[in-house]
């Protein structure tokens, strides 16, 4: 099985930066896909950024250019560095793994952590 804790959530200003890390746990090798989701209030849950095993990366449209996802495997951490962030990415932010285990696939989430962009 695989286990992720989300951190790195928070209050900050239009404008302003912050770095969410995804810590992972567990049978880490059978994970190949990670992702970076996010729920604002009210909305439906929305993808924001994927990270695959060869370390190809893929953003939705709205943060292109002010979002980064990268990963330090040594940690076993995925990281999504947030800038030039705006009111309308208030949003709780999950950790999303996707992998192969015992032949069989699955999907596991975070619990969440929560960034909000304000003045």
């Known amino acids: 099985q695989v286990q992720l804790v989300e951190s790195g959530g928070g209050l900050v200003q239009p404008g302003g930066s912050l770095r969410l890390s995804c810590a992972a746990s567990?049978?880490?090798?059978?994970?190949?896909?990670m992702r970076w989701y996010r729920q604002a209030p009210g909305k439906e849950r929305e993808f924001v950024a994927v990270i695959t095993r060869g370390i190809t990366t893929n953003y939705a449209d709205s943060v292109k250019g002010r979002f980064t996802i990268s990963r330090d495997n040594a940690k076993s951490t995925v990281y999504l560095q947030m800038d030039s962030l705006k009111p309308g990415d208030t949003a709780v932010y999950y950790c999303n793994a996707f992998g192969l285990l015992s032949a069989s696939n699955f999907e596991v989430w975070g619990q969440g952590t929560l960034v909000t962009v304000s003045s």
């Open positions: 567990g049978s880490i090798s059978s994970i190949n896909v």
